[in-house]
Protein backbone atom coordinates (compact mmCIF):
# COMPACT_ATOMS: atom_id res chain seq x y z
CA UNK A 1 0.00 0.00 0.00
CA UNK A 2 1.77 3.32 -1.50
CA UNK A 3 0.00 5.72 0.78
CA UNK A 4 1.18 4.07 3.79
CA UNK A 5 5.23 4.68 2.76
CA UNK A 6 7.19 7.87 4.53
CA UNK A 7 10.32 8.33 4.90
CA UNK A 8 10.81 7.50 9.11
CA UNK A 9 13.09 10.40 10.68
CA UNK A 10 15.47 8.91 12.78
CA UNK A 11 16.83 12.00 13.69
CA UNK A 12 13.32 13.30 15.09
CA UNK A 13 12.87 13.91 18.77
CA UNK A 14 8.82 12.38 18.06
CA UNK A 15 9.25 8.56 18.70
CA UNK A 16 8.89 6.32 15.51
CA UNK A 17 5.75 4.66 16.93
CA UNK A 18 4.62 8.71 16.80
CA UNK A 19 5.17 9.40 13.40
CA UNK A 20 3.96 6.15 12.32
CA UNK A 21 0.86 6.76 14.25
CA UNK A 22 0.38 10.29 12.78
CA UNK A 23 1.19 9.16 9.56
CA UNK A 24 -1.50 6.91 8.77
CA UNK A 25 -3.92 8.80 10.92
CA UNK A 26 -3.41 11.77 8.59
CA UNK A 27 -3.86 9.56 5.93
CA UNK A 28 -7.06 8.28 6.84
CA UNK A 29 -8.30 12.05 8.16
CA UNK A 30 -7.34 12.90 4.56
CA UNK A 31 -9.74 10.45 2.86
CA UNK A 32 -6.46 9.06 1.18
CA UNK A 33 -7.40 5.24 2.69
CA UNK A 34 -10.85 4.44 2.30
CA UNK A 35 -13.09 2.85 4.98
CA UNK A 36 -12.91 -0.81 5.57
CA UNK A 37 -9.39 -0.76 3.72
CA UNK A 38 -7.21 -3.58 5.01
CA UNK A 39 -3.61 -2.48 6.45
CA UNK A 40 -0.69 -4.19 6.26
CA UNK A 41 0.24 -6.42 9.04
CA UNK A 42 2.87 -4.65 11.30
CA UNK A 43 5.38 -7.34 9.86
CA UNK A 44 5.09 -6.02 6.51
CA UNK A 45 4.66 -2.67 7.77
CA UNK A 46 7.93 -2.95 9.71
CA UNK A 47 9.47 -3.99 6.45
CA UNK A 48 7.68 -1.06 4.51
CA UNK A 49 9.45 1.47 6.71
CA UNK A 50 12.61 -0.10 7.50
CA UNK A 51 11.66 0.03 11.11
CA UNK A 52 11.23 -2.73 14.15
CA UNK A 53 7.63 -4.10 14.41
CA UNK A 54 7.98 -2.87 17.85
CA UNK A 55 7.40 0.36 16.50
CA UNK A 56 4.44 -0.06 14.01
CA UNK A 57 3.00 -2.47 16.95
CA UNK A 58 2.77 0.76 19.01
CA UNK A 59 1.95 2.69 16.30
CA UNK A 60 -1.42 0.55 15.41
CA UNK A 61 -1.89 0.13 19.07
CA UNK A 62 -2.72 3.92 19.18
CA UNK A 63 -4.51 4.19 16.50
CA UNK A 64 -6.74 1.66 17.36
CA UNK A 65 -6.69 2.61 21.03
CA UNK A 66 -8.82 6.22 19.24
CA UNK A 67 -11.15 4.02 17.10
CA UNK A 68 -8.97 4.64 13.48
CA UNK A 69 -8.58 0.95 12.96
CA UNK A 70 -9.64 -1.97 14.30
CA UNK A 71 -8.10 -5.51 14.64
CA UNK A 72 -10.24 -8.69 13.33
CA UNK A 73 -9.08 -11.79 15.04
CA UNK A 74 -6.69 -13.60 12.40
CA UNK A 75 -7.59 -10.97 9.87
CA UNK A 76 -5.52 -8.24 10.52
CA UNK A 77 -6.36 -4.45 10.89
CA UNK A 78 -8.65 -2.54 9.21
CA UNK A 79 -9.47 1.18 8.52
CA UNK A 80 -12.85 1.70 11.06
CA UNK A 81 -15.77 3.06 8.53
CA UNK A 82 -17.28 4.96 11.42
CA UNK A 83 -14.37 7.14 11.81
CA UNK A 84 -14.35 8.22 8.30
CA UNK A 85 -18.37 9.34 8.33
CA UNK A 86 -17.76 11.17 11.76
CA UNK A 87 -14.67 12.92 9.85
CA UNK A 88 -16.26 13.95 6.83
CA UNK A 89 -17.46 17.13 8.38
CA UNK A 90 -19.02 18.82 5.30
CA UNK A 91 -17.81 18.76 1.67
CA UNK A 92 -21.50 19.84 1.45
CA UNK A 93 -21.79 23.47 1.14
CA UNK A 94 -19.29 26.22 0.16
CA UNK A 95 -19.37 28.49 3.51
CA UNK A 96 -18.18 24.72 5.41
CA UNK A 97 -15.36 23.69 2.72
CA UNK A 98 -14.27 27.81 3.07
CA UNK A 99 -13.66 27.94 6.81
CA UNK A 100 -12.18 23.72 6.67
CA UNK A 101 -9.48 25.67 4.96
CA UNK A 102 -8.66 27.01 8.26
CA UNK A 103 -8.49 23.71 10.28
CA UNK A 104 -5.07 21.66 9.96
CA UNK A 105 -4.46 18.39 11.46
CA UNK A 106 -3.18 18.73 14.64
CA UNK A 107 0.66 17.85 15.04
CA UNK A 108 -0.03 17.56 19.14
CA UNK A 109 -3.23 15.96 21.34
CA UNK A 110 -3.67 16.33 24.39
CA UNK A 111 -6.00 13.44 24.35
CA UNK A 112 -6.91 12.22 28.47
CA UNK A 113 -7.10 8.35 26.81
CA UNK A 114 -3.67 8.37 25.87
CA UNK A 115 -0.54 6.12 27.86
CA UNK A 116 3.18 6.14 27.31
CA UNK A 117 3.55 3.58 24.87
CA UNK A 118 7.07 4.04 24.35
CA UNK A 119 7.64 2.64 27.82
CA UNK A 120 5.50 -0.09 27.83
CA UNK A 121 7.83 -3.13 28.41
CA UNK A 122 7.34 -4.98 25.12
CA UNK A 123 9.64 -7.42 25.30
CA UNK A 124 8.59 -9.09 28.99
CA UNK A 125 5.02 -8.90 27.20
CA UNK A 126 5.40 -10.56 24.49
CA UNK A 127 7.80 -13.35 26.00
CA UNK A 128 4.73 -13.85 28.38
CA UNK A 129 2.41 -13.95 25.69
CA UNK A 130 4.29 -16.34 23.74
CA UNK A 131 4.38 -18.58 27.00
CA UNK A 132 0.58 -18.46 27.36
CA UNK A 133 0.08 -19.51 23.69
CA UNK A 134 1.98 -22.85 24.33
CA UNK A 135 -0.77 -23.40 26.98
CA UNK A 136 -3.90 -25.71 25.94
CA UNK A 137 -5.76 -22.48 27.77
CA UNK A 138 -5.95 -20.65 24.77
CA UNK A 139 -7.58 -23.13 22.28
CA UNK A 140 -10.62 -23.31 24.87
CA UNK A 141 -13.64 -20.64 25.80
CA UNK A 142 -12.50 -18.79 29.05
CA UNK A 143 -14.49 -18.81 31.98
CA UNK A 144 -17.11 -16.21 31.97
CA UNK A 145 -16.54 -15.10 34.69
CA UNK A 146 -12.76 -14.67 34.35
CA UNK A 147 -9.36 -16.50 34.63
CA UNK A 148 -9.09 -17.83 37.62
CA UNK A 149 -5.75 -17.61 37.91
CA UNK A 150 -5.72 -14.21 36.91
CA UNK A 151 -8.26 -13.25 39.49
CA UNK A 152 -6.41 -15.20 42.23
CA UNK A 153 -3.11 -12.18 41.77
CA UNK A 154 -6.20 -10.00 41.49
CA UNK A 155 -7.44 -10.22 45.01
CA UNK A 156 -3.58 -10.18 46.32
CA UNK A 157 -2.90 -7.03 44.60
CA UNK A 158 -5.93 -5.47 45.49
CA UNK A 159 -5.20 -6.21 48.94
CA UNK A 160 -1.73 -5.09 48.90
CA UNK A 161 -2.21 -1.93 47.27
CA UNK A 162 -5.81 -0.58 48.02
CA UNK A 163 -6.41 -2.56 50.85
CA UNK A 164 -9.74 -4.30 48.80
CA UNK A 165 -10.44 -7.16 50.80
CA UNK A 166 -11.94 -10.06 48.11
CA UNK A 167 -12.00 -13.54 47.35
CA UNK A 168 -11.60 -14.69 44.05
CA UNK A 169 -14.82 -15.92 43.59
CA UNK A 170 -15.87 -11.91 43.99
CA UNK A 171 -13.94 -11.08 41.25
CA UNK A 172 -15.44 -10.58 38.28
CA UNK A 173 -12.94 -9.85 34.99
CA UNK A 174 -14.57 -8.02 31.70
CA UNK A 175 -12.91 -6.11 28.55
CA UNK A 176 -13.73 -2.48 29.59
CA UNK A 177 -15.79 -0.34 32.53
CA UNK A 178 -18.52 0.10 30.74
CA UNK A 179 -19.08 -3.57 29.93
CA UNK A 180 -18.92 -3.96 33.53
CA UNK A 181 -21.41 -1.62 34.41
CA UNK A 182 -23.84 -2.63 31.83
CA UNK A 183 -23.48 -6.27 34.18
CA UNK A 184 -24.15 -4.09 36.77
CA UNK A 185 -26.60 -2.21 35.73
CA UNK A 186 -28.86 -5.81 35.15
CA UNK A 187 -28.08 -7.24 38.54
CA UNK A 188 -29.31 -3.96 40.23
CA UNK A 189 -32.09 -3.49 38.14
CA UNK A 190 -34.85 -4.80 40.37
CA UNK A 191 -34.20 -2.82 43.44
CA UNK A 192 -33.37 0.14 41.88
CA UNK A 193 -34.83 3.02 39.57
CA UNK A 194 -32.30 5.97 40.07
CA UNK A 195 -28.78 6.59 40.33
CA UNK A 196 -27.20 9.45 41.94
CA UNK A 197 -23.94 10.36 39.99
CA UNK A 198 -21.13 13.48 40.18
CA UNK A 199 -21.62 16.13 38.57
CA UNK A 200 -19.24 16.59 36.64
CA UNK A 201 -18.96 12.93 35.91
CA UNK A 202 -17.90 10.30 33.87
CA UNK A 203 -20.28 11.04 31.12
CA UNK A 204 -19.81 6.92 30.12
CA UNK A 205 -21.03 5.89 33.10
CA UNK A 206 -24.45 8.29 33.36
CA UNK A 207 -25.42 7.45 29.77
CA UNK A 208 -24.79 3.31 30.16
CA UNK A 209 -27.73 3.57 32.80
CA UNK A 210 -30.12 5.86 30.96
CA UNK A 211 -29.87 3.77 28.38
CA UNK A 212 -31.07 1.38 30.71
CA UNK A 213 -33.60 3.20 31.98
CA UNK A 214 -32.43 4.29 35.25
CA UNK A 215 -33.33 7.91 36.44
CA UNK A 216 -29.93 9.49 36.62
CA UNK A 217 -29.62 12.33 38.81
CA UNK A 218 -26.79 15.10 39.32
CA UNK A 219 -25.31 15.57 42.35
CA UNK A 220 -22.84 18.86 42.80
CA UNK A 221 -19.11 18.10 43.32
CA UNK A 222 -17.07 20.04 45.79
CA UNK A 223 -13.65 20.67 47.13
CA UNK A 224 -14.06 17.44 48.86
CA UNK A 225 -15.96 14.75 46.10
CA UNK A 226 -19.31 14.25 45.42
CA UNK A 227 -21.85 16.31 47.89
CA UNK A 228 -22.57 14.14 50.38
CA UNK A 229 -24.98 16.93 51.82
CA UNK A 230 -27.04 17.05 48.52
CA UNK A 231 -26.98 13.22 48.09
CA UNK A 232 -28.52 12.38 51.36
CA UNK A 233 -31.54 14.82 49.99
CA UNK A 234 -32.40 12.72 46.86
CA UNK A 235 -34.40 9.06 46.52
CA UNK A 236 -31.52 7.26 44.81
CA UNK A 237 -29.94 4.55 46.87
CA UNK A 238 -27.48 3.73 44.29
CA UNK A 239 -24.42 5.88 43.53
CA UNK A 240 -21.73 5.93 41.20
CA UNK A 241 -18.53 7.87 42.19
CA UNK A 242 -14.82 8.57 41.65
CA UNK A 243 -13.43 9.21 44.89
CA UNK A 244 -9.88 8.67 44.39
CA UNK A 245 -8.90 10.76 41.15
CA UNK A 246 -12.68 12.48 40.77
CA UNK A 247 -13.07 12.43 36.74
CA UNK A 248 -12.71 14.79 35.52
CA UNK A 249 -11.69 17.19 38.38
CA UNK A 250 -8.79 15.01 39.90
CA UNK A 251 -10.17 15.45 43.50
CA UNK A 252 -9.53 12.86 46.37
CA UNK A 253 -12.32 12.61 48.64
CA UNK A 254 -10.42 12.73 52.62
CA UNK A 255 -11.04 10.17 54.56
CA UNK A 256 -13.89 11.71 57.16
CA UNK A 257 -16.35 12.66 53.51
CA UNK A 258 -15.25 8.45 52.88
CA UNK A 259 -16.55 7.04 55.63
CA UNK A 260 -20.31 10.04 55.44
CA UNK A 261 -20.72 8.34 52.46
CA UNK A 262 -20.24 4.94 53.80
CA UNK A 263 -22.47 5.75 56.16
CA UNK A 264 -25.52 7.05 53.70
CA UNK A 265 -25.31 3.85 51.84
CA UNK A 266 -25.89 1.88 55.09
CA UNK A 267 -28.79 4.13 56.53
CA UNK A 268 -30.62 3.64 53.54
CA UNK A 269 -29.65 0.18 52.48
CA UNK A 270 -28.33 1.17 49.05
CA UNK A 271 -24.49 0.70 46.96
CA UNK A 272 -22.20 2.67 46.07
CA UNK A 273 -20.57 1.72 43.01
CA UNK A 274 -16.55 2.87 43.70
CA UNK A 275 -14.46 3.32 40.34
CA UNK A 276 -10.98 3.74 41.76
CA UNK A 277 -10.19 5.51 38.59
CA UNK A 278 -6.22 6.45 37.88
CA UNK A 279 -5.73 5.47 41.93
CA UNK A 280 -1.93 3.97 40.60
CA UNK A 281 -0.78 7.55 39.64
CA UNK A 282 -0.47 10.22 42.52
CA UNK A 283 2.60 12.35 43.05
CA UNK A 284 2.22 14.20 45.88
CA UNK A 285 1.32 11.53 48.64
CA UNK A 286 -0.05 8.24 49.37
CA UNK A 287 -2.75 7.30 48.24
CA UNK A 288 -5.56 6.94 50.57
CA UNK A 289 -7.20 3.90 51.11
CA UNK A 290 -10.19 2.57 49.04
CA UNK A 291 -13.73 2.83 50.17
CA UNK A 292 -13.92 -0.98 50.14
CA UNK A 293 -11.13 -1.31 52.58
CA UNK A 294 -12.48 1.28 55.41
CA UNK A 295 -15.17 -1.10 55.80
CA UNK A 296 -16.58 -5.05 56.43
CA UNK A 297 -19.69 -3.13 54.66
CA UNK A 298 -21.50 -5.49 52.02
CA UNK A 299 -22.79 -1.68 50.64
CA UNK A 300 -19.68 -1.18 48.14
CA UNK A 301 -19.00 -2.08 44.44
CA UNK A 302 -15.50 -1.86 43.69
CA UNK A 303 -14.45 -1.09 40.33
CA UNK A 304 -11.07 -0.98 38.06
CA UNK A 305 -9.03 -1.14 34.93
CA UNK A 306 -5.86 -2.07 33.72
CA UNK A 307 -5.87 0.07 30.67
CA UNK A 308 -4.27 3.46 31.90
CA UNK A 309 -1.47 1.95 33.62
CA UNK A 310 -0.81 -0.71 30.65
CA UNK A 311 -2.24 0.04 27.02
CA UNK A 312 -5.49 0.72 26.18
CA UNK A 313 -5.92 -1.84 23.66
CA UNK A 314 -5.02 -4.48 26.08
CA UNK A 315 -8.80 -3.87 27.27
CA UNK A 316 -9.27 -5.53 31.00
CA UNK A 317 -11.40 -3.90 33.90
CA UNK A 318 -12.97 -5.85 36.73
CA UNK A 319 -15.75 -5.34 39.82
CA UNK A 320 -15.42 -6.96 43.23
CA UNK A 321 -18.52 -7.95 43.81
CA UNK A 322 -20.81 -7.87 47.58
CA UNK A 323 -21.78 -11.31 48.34
CA UNK A 324 -25.60 -10.26 47.68
CA UNK A 325 -24.71 -8.98 44.58
CA UNK A 326 -22.27 -11.91 43.64
CA UNK A 327 -24.96 -14.75 44.07
CA UNK A 328 -27.25 -12.77 41.49
CA UNK A 329 -24.40 -12.39 39.36
CA UNK A 330 -24.08 -16.26 40.06
CA UNK A 331 -27.97 -16.82 38.44
CA UNK A 332 -27.30 -15.50 35.59
CA UNK A 333 -23.41 -15.75 34.73
CA UNK A 334 -24.26 -18.31 32.44
CA UNK A 335 -25.80 -15.52 29.80
CA UNK A 336 -22.54 -12.96 30.06
CA UNK A 337 -19.94 -14.29 27.99
CA UNK A 338 -16.27 -13.27 28.91
CA UNK A 339 -15.58 -10.22 26.43
CA UNK A 340 -12.02 -10.30 27.51
CA UNK A 341 -9.27 -11.79 25.67
CA UNK A 342 -8.03 -14.91 27.51
CA UNK A 343 -4.91 -14.02 25.89
CA UNK A 344 -4.62 -11.31 27.82
CA UNK A 345 -6.11 -11.75 30.81
CA UNK A 346 -3.15 -15.10 31.79
CA UNK A 347 -0.41 -12.66 30.04
CA UNK A 348 -2.01 -10.54 32.95
CA UNK A 349 -1.98 -12.89 35.69
CA UNK A 350 2.01 -14.01 34.57
CA UNK A 351 2.98 -10.26 34.59
CA UNK A 352 1.69 -9.89 37.86
CA UNK A 353 3.36 -13.04 39.84
CA UNK A 354 6.58 -12.11 38.06
CA UNK A 355 7.09 -8.62 39.71
CA UNK A 356 6.59 -6.98 36.26
CA UNK A 357 3.49 -5.15 37.11
CA UNK A 358 4.73 -3.95 40.38
CA UNK A 359 7.94 -2.49 38.65
CA UNK A 360 6.10 -1.26 35.18
CA UNK A 361 4.23 1.16 37.96
CA UNK A 362 6.87 2.51 39.73
CA UNK A 363 8.88 3.52 36.54
CA UNK A 364 5.20 5.06 34.73
CA UNK A 365 4.92 7.12 37.96
CA UNK A 366 8.30 8.80 37.90
CA UNK A 367 7.52 9.38 34.14
CA UNK A 368 4.42 10.93 34.54
CA UNK A 369 5.46 12.89 37.73
CA UNK A 370 8.00 14.22 35.27
CA UNK A 371 5.82 14.66 32.77
CA UNK A 372 3.04 16.46 34.79
CA UNK A 373 5.37 18.92 36.27
CA UNK A 374 6.21 20.04 33.11
CA UNK A 375 2.89 20.88 31.73
CA UNK A 376 2.09 22.75 35.01
CA UNK A 377 5.29 24.52 34.76
CA UNK A 378 4.69 25.17 31.36
CA UNK A 379 1.09 26.47 31.57
CA UNK A 380 2.16 28.95 34.37
CA UNK A 381 5.02 30.02 32.86
CA UNK A 382 2.97 31.34 29.91
CA UNK A 383 -0.61 31.54 31.38
CA UNK A 384 -0.10 32.98 34.72
CA UNK A 385 -3.05 33.66 36.50
CA UNK A 386 -5.35 33.37 32.84
CA UNK A 387 -5.52 29.89 33.65
CA UNK A 388 -6.23 28.20 37.07
CA UNK A 389 -4.73 24.34 36.90
CA UNK A 390 -7.23 21.76 38.50
CA UNK A 391 -5.98 18.23 39.59
CA UNK A 392 -2.68 19.02 39.02
CA UNK A 393 -1.48 16.32 41.93
CA UNK A 394 -2.28 12.86 40.54
CA UNK A 395 -3.55 11.05 37.07
CA UNK A 396 -2.59 11.37 33.63
CA UNK A 397 -4.26 14.41 32.68
CA UNK A 398 -5.21 17.95 34.61
CA UNK A 399 -8.33 20.18 33.71
CA UNK A 400 -7.32 24.00 32.99
CA UNK A 401 -10.07 26.67 33.52
CA UNK A 402 -9.56 29.66 31.54
CA UNK A 403 -10.27 32.85 32.49
CA UNK A 404 -11.92 34.41 29.37
CA UNK A 405 -14.85 35.80 27.75
CA UNK A 406 -14.57 33.64 24.99
CA UNK A 407 -16.27 29.82 24.83
CA UNK A 408 -15.28 26.90 25.35
CA UNK A 409 -15.86 25.98 21.93
CA UNK A 410 -14.01 28.89 20.35
CA UNK A 411 -11.14 27.79 22.72
CA UNK A 412 -11.02 23.90 21.12
CA UNK A 413 -11.64 25.29 17.55
CA UNK A 414 -8.39 28.54 17.98
CA UNK A 415 -6.06 25.86 19.47
CA UNK A 416 -7.29 23.11 16.08
CA UNK A 417 -6.43 26.18 14.23
CA UNK A 418 -2.95 26.18 15.85
CA UNK A 419 -2.25 22.49 15.15
CA UNK A 420 -2.84 21.24 18.69
CA UNK A 421 -6.13 19.35 19.67
CA UNK A 422 -8.04 19.98 23.57
CA UNK A 423 -10.65 18.32 25.02
CA UNK A 424 -13.70 20.49 26.15
CA UNK A 425 -15.14 19.61 29.47
CA UNK A 426 -18.78 20.48 28.92
CA UNK A 427 -19.76 16.95 27.85
CA UNK A 428 -19.16 16.47 31.78
CA UNK A 429 -21.95 18.49 33.09
CA UNK A 430 -25.40 17.51 33.78
CA UNK A 431 -26.46 20.92 35.66
CA UNK A 432 -23.57 22.75 37.50
CA UNK A 433 -21.59 24.30 34.53
CA UNK A 434 -18.70 26.47 35.95
CA UNK A 435 -18.13 30.27 35.43
CA UNK A 436 -15.19 29.90 32.95
CA UNK A 437 -14.94 27.38 30.51
CA UNK A 438 -12.73 24.35 31.57
CA UNK A 439 -10.53 22.28 29.04
CA UNK A 440 -8.87 19.00 29.56
CA UNK A 441 -5.38 18.23 28.71
CA UNK A 442 -3.49 14.60 28.56
CA UNK A 443 -0.10 14.37 28.71
CA UNK A 444 0.68 10.85 29.20
CA UNK A 445 0.80 10.10 25.39
CA UNK A 446 3.14 13.05 24.60
CA UNK A 447 6.85 13.85 25.04
CA UNK A 448 7.87 16.09 27.28
CA UNK A 449 9.07 18.21 24.34
CA UNK A 450 5.59 18.32 23.05
CA UNK A 451 4.26 19.12 25.59
CA UNK A 452 6.02 22.13 25.73
CA UNK A 453 5.59 23.04 22.48
CA UNK A 454 1.74 22.08 22.67
CA UNK A 455 1.30 24.96 25.47
CA UNK A 456 3.19 27.39 24.18
CA UNK A 457 0.74 27.04 20.66
CA UNK A 458 -1.86 27.25 22.89
CA UNK A 459 -0.86 30.28 24.62
CA UNK A 460 -0.41 31.62 20.98
CA UNK A 461 -3.99 30.80 19.78
CA UNK A 462 -5.69 32.16 22.85
CA UNK A 463 -3.72 35.00 24.82
CA UNK A 464 -3.91 38.88 23.37
CA UNK A 465 -7.59 38.00 21.36
CA UNK A 466 -10.28 40.47 22.44
Known amino acids: MKELVFNVDRNSTLPMYQQVYRYIKAQIISGKIAENSKLPSVRQLAELLQVSRNTTQLGYEQLQAEGYIRSEFKKGYYVQASI ?31 VDGINFPLVKWRNL ?58 LLKKEHTQIAVEDPGYNGARELFSLQSYSVVPIPVNEDGIDITHLEKCNARLVYVTPSHQFPLGITMPINERYNLIEWAEKVNGYIIEDDYDSEFRYKQQPIPSLQSLTNSEHIIYLGTFSKALLPSIRLSYLVLPKE ?142
Open 84 to 114: LELLSISKTTPHTKASSKNIVNPTIDFQAGA
Open 129 to 186: SNKVLKDNLIYQYGENQGDLLLRESLAKYLFQSRGVRATSDQIVIGSTTQQLLTILSI
Open 325 to 466: ILIRYHQIASLLQQTASTLHQRTIHHFIEKGHWYAHLRKMKTIYKQKMKVLCDTIQMHFKDTVKIIGGSSGIYIVIEVVTKQSEKWLVKEALKNGVKVYPCSPFYMENFPSYPTIQLGFAGLEELEIRKGIEKLADAWLNIE
